[in-house]
């Protein structure tokens, strides 16, 4: 599958989306809407607002925002189903290196469980590396972009001593990826997304695009988009845009506090094993002493073992969820930034309409409504895509944080428990000492 | 052995009592060797410190701390009334006087040493300011902890300017000056800093010798380990304040989640101020380690004064064997050794008789007075090893015992730190699981 990875990426496809068709899209005719919108859309801008809508990537993803009508009444529905019956289940894991001559990477085992009919096979087991994962999430992306996709992994580690192939690192990003899929699968709407079908079920999976062109072509547009302004953006869509800007400032915090906490612990549990180093040093040169001095020593070790544990699995487990919800609001805004630029492109339609209608009273464009829908679909999506995600959030912080305590609360009882012992080992030689002395 | 034990018996007799009077003081009593004489006579206690400026022998303005010491004779508390206190007044040097002298007057105890004059081993929270009123109290404390140390040593307690220091405040001083203690201090000082090498040493006392300098080493490693600890432990402890903040700004944000990000914030505060306590607790154990520090210090020296006098001995016998030979050479006219004596007497002729029987004679007189001597010195020698050997013994008692009290507070101290540390986290669990 390395290859067909390789090969995707030479080949510079121009039309992404209509590879694998969304089961929604049979009803409506959508290239030759596309085609119509995007010539109305040149003719009708004033006051040198973007034309870059004609470009490829964003044909596509109006040819997708067609189908909010359907999505929407599947969402509502969905939202129900997914919490009350949930129908498939994935599970990342496995890591198995690869070693060939041109490249080494991992593969990670996807398994799936479902009763869903989309599926052929209740059970899928099948072996993705990360190139995959990255291919499914731009292919959502792309496909459904009223929606809030769950963040990857980064691709690489921000410092680059980390070795790719470690242990630690692949544990880390398995998780990371088994957290996306089964974000993605738990979504009423992006878990029936066809890509998501062929990812956990092809046997080899067919990545034919030009993915890293279609990328580019797509970001360059919402940073052209911020330029509009909006005439009246919603007051709750300004909010979230807040709420996001200072959580993740909090987010950031947090990750620098739990760095630095991560950095004191380790310098601590350097000195920490000296110290007990000292009282075994000692115990060679004592003669009754020598078992108390030991047993500290011994208790020392206990306690250095203790917080080795937590540290590990801070370093593991908390600090992984933090980066993904730093990641998690970095796809936020970017579909809130996608909302106002659909906002502008309709604001800019309906301006273009109010005036032509001054001048020849004609009706206004079905275009300019079908425009307006697909606003008020994608504020929609949106909002449900915020509301999920408000609860995830909440779900995940109360455990991350709730495990964080659970950890501290963990080691200081290993190291109660190892005081505790050794205080019985120091007494009961006390009161045997003072049982002879009597005798 | 035979009578230490005999006064370990009558020590244990006298506990329950003893304790239940010494009820007042702030140290604990375990570390005091029981079996006392002036301690079961009179309770005494170091009750209060007092910063003060005046001017010193030189015209200079300085300041200074005075510590109160309270003494109370025993019997009147044992009967139930309870009298003032008689109380003085005594600076730091004063006790440092008093330490001098008995090291000078019981060259074979070794005698309880006093807390550090300047704060050592510390971490960097810690002032290293002689004014800290923590580092005062601490100092209180050690210095109580000194008194009651020798006046219940057995030898110790009964001297009378220990009583002196205790219970005229005018004076005293004076009369430490009297003893000429200062002199035989000087001439001591002197010889044991001089190196010698002992021909004969005692085995006992080297190993003595070389285990003090154990204990020093050791116990100096200890507390500078420790104190890199409470540096990291204070650090670790201290970043989790942060959390404390950014939780009550997130919580502003947050709907459900704020009461109880806001709560748990309150509990990381709480988190990182408790470390405060903790490691104030702790600079107990590390008094106690170091008291064992500068007892090293005095069990060497008492190793050193075994050295010197056993190097003086061997220096006496060496003279009297070398005066004995030269009466034997002058008496049979055999030259043994080559000397230049030897030579004049050969080039110059045998010296008149008259001339030979006085130097005959002197010899003799100086061979008289070198016996002495040896004999003095032997005694001297012998004494010292005996009551060395005795109070050395006692010494180790002690050691063990404090010691092992010493570590079972510090796992005790341990243990509250981790029930701190569980509470805490308890109580901001349940703050997250609200959320």
Known sequence: MSVGALKGLASSGQKPITEILHPLSAAEEPLSVTVNVGGDKEAGLTNGTPVETSSPASASSLFNRLQLDDDLEADVRDLYASTETRDLFVTVDDPKKHVSTMETYITYRVSTKTTRIEFDLPEYCVRRRYQDFDWLRIKLEDSQPTHLIPPLPEKFVMKGVVDRFSEEFVETRMKALDKFLKRVADHPVLSFNPHLNAFLSAKDLNKRQGLALLTKVGESVKHVAGGYKLRARPAEFCAMGEYLDTFSQKLGTIDRIAQRILKEQSEYLTELREYGTVYSSWATSEEELQRPLEGVASCVKTCCGALEDQSESMSQDFLPVLREYVLYIESMKNVLRKRDQTQAEYEGRLEAAILRKQEDRTPMPVEVEKCQDKVECFNADLKADWERWQSNKRQDFKQLLTGMADKNINHYEKCQAAWESLITLLQDKQTEDKTSETN | ?435
């Open chain 2, 1 to 435: 052995m035979a009578e230490d034990g005999k006064e370990e018996s009558v020590a244990t007799d006298d506990e329950s009592d003893h304790t239940a009077a010494d009820g007042t003081g702030s140290l604990n009593n375990t570390m005091v060797e029981e079996g006392s004489t002036l301690l079961r006579r009179m309770e005494i206690c170091v009750a209060e410190a007092e910063k003060r400026s005046g001017k010193n022998a030189v015209n200079m303005q300085e300041t200074f701390t005075v510590y109160l010491i309270e003494t109370r004779p025993m019997d009147a508390v044992v009967e139930g009334r309870n009298p003032a206190p008689d109380a003085l007044w005594r600076r730091y040097s004063e006790f440092e006087l008093l330490r001098n002298y008995l090291i000078v007057t019981y060259p074979y105890i070794v005698v309880p040493p006093l807390p550090e004059k300047r704060a050592e081993f510390v971490w960097h929270k810690l002032s290293a300011d002689n004014m800290d009123p923590d580092f005062v109290e601490r100092r209180r404390v050690g210095l109580e902890n000194f008194l009651l140390r020798v006046a219940s040593h057995p030898v110790l307690s009964n001297d009378q300017i220990l009583y002196h220091f205790l219970t005229e405040e005018h004076g005293w001083k004076e009369v430490v000056y009297e003893t000429g203690f200062q002199a035989k201090a000087d001439s001591r000082l002197r010889a044991l800093s001089a190196t010698f090498r002992v021909r004969n040493p005692d085995k006992r006392f080297m190993e003595m010798k070389h285990y003090s300098d154990e204990l020093q080493s050791h116990t100096s490693q200890l507390l500078r380990a420790r104190a890199r600890v409470a540096d990291r432990l204070y650090g670790v402890y201290k970043v989790h304040g942060n959390y404390g903040r950014v939780f009550s700004e997130w919580s502003a944000i947050e709907k459900e989640m704020g009461d109880g990000l806001q709560s748990a914030g309150h509990h990381m505060d709480a988190y990182a101020a408790s470390i405060d306590d903790i490691l104030e607790e702790e600079e107990h154990y590390a008094d106690q380690m170091k008291e064992y520090l500068f007892y090293a210090e005095a069990l060497r020296a008492v190793c050193r004064k075994h050295e010197l006098t056993q190097f003086e001995l061997e220096m006496a016998s060496q003279d009297l064997i070398s005066k004995k030979q030269q009466r034997e050479e002058l008496a049979t006219g055999i030259v043994r050794t080559f000397s230049f004596k030897g030579m004049t007497n050969k080039l110059f002729g045998q010296e008149a008789p008259e001339q030979r029987e006085a130097r005959l004679k002197l010899l003799e007189e100086l061979i008289a007075e070198g016996e002495d001597t040896v004999k003095e010195k032997t005694l001297e020698c012998e004494e010292h090893v005996e009551k060395a050997w005795v109070d050395m013994q006692r010494f180790k008692e002690q050691k063990d015992k404090d010691l092992r009290e010493a570590l079972i507070n510090y796992a005790v101290m341990q243990i509250s730190m981790c029930k701190k540390g569980i509470q805490v986290w308890g109580n901001a669990k349940e703050c997250f699981l609200k959320m």
